[in-house]
């Protein structure tokens, strides 16, 4: 299994510097990987340095909290696609989907992401870890009749990531679509188990560590 064409190397945060960006972009080309995923003032860069080179570039929108409204998302996600991304992480308002009587607001706010971004790849941030299951299962059906190409766990800044249960009843509520695990994915094993439950993507910023077959402990969660 080649690990590397299954990460989205991801640096993200408050404070990412050109050097931080560079440095990913490097490593990306270096391993392989499928993305670089990088703020959206960071686009534009990602996009010049991986110039002539596989891998494409993602970013986030209504990151990482999700309230923005649904016009701010779309400007976002047209800028993005504007500066060069050719894949957009979208951050679900979880109050839409924790208040039953929204869902039809949640589907209009992806639908309305994804008309933006065209034929440029969507994934839906549900941000697992305030959810229940029902929930997930609620927010993956709306993600497909919207017409997403993903769903995701998590940002990576809530209080759990990813985890197996998790990513298990993703697949099986949405087998059409794709599933990228995201948060706190630091090491090979790991990895592997995740894409053998079905997560088409892996979302991490330890993918060297990841594909080098090294145990990252640093205190980082995405």
Do not use: W
Not at 35 to 56: D, E, F, Q, T, W
Not at 203 to 221: H, M, P, Q, R, Y
């Amino acid at each position: 299994m080649e690990l590397n064409k299954y990460i989205d190397h991801t640096k993200l945060g408050f404070y990412v510097s050109k050097k931080d960006i560079t440095k990913l972009c490097e490593e990306a080309v270096r391993y392989g990987f499928k993305s670089v995923c990088v703020n959206p003032i960071y686009v534009k860069l990602a996009k010049k340095l991986l110039l002539g080179s596989k891998v494409l570039v993602c970013t986030v929108i209504g990151f990482p909290h999700g309230t923005h409204t649904t016009k701010v998302k779309v400007f976002e996600a047209k800028d993005a696609i504007k500066n060069g991304a050719d894949e957009i992480d979208m951050v679900i308002n979880v109050d839409f989907l924790k208040e039953k009587r929204s869902n039809s607001k949640l589907l209009k706010e992806i639908s309305s992401v994804k008309k933006a971004v065209g034929n440029h790849t969507l994934k839906v941030i549900l941000e697992t870890s305030v959810l229940t299951d029902s929930e997930i299962v609620r927010g993956c059906l709306i993600s497909s009749a919207a017409k997403a190409d993903f769903v995701k766990t998590s940002t990576g800044f809530g209080s759990v990531g990813a985890t197996k249960e998790v990513v298990r009843l993703m697949v099986a509520t949405v087998p059409q679509m794709q599933v990228k695990a995201s948060g706190g994915i630091r090491n090979t094993a790991d990895a592997h188990e995740y894409i053998k439950l079905g997560a088409t993507r892996i979302g991490t910023s330890n993918g060297v560590a990841i594909v080098e077959g090294e145990e990252n402990n640093a205190n980082t969660t995405y």
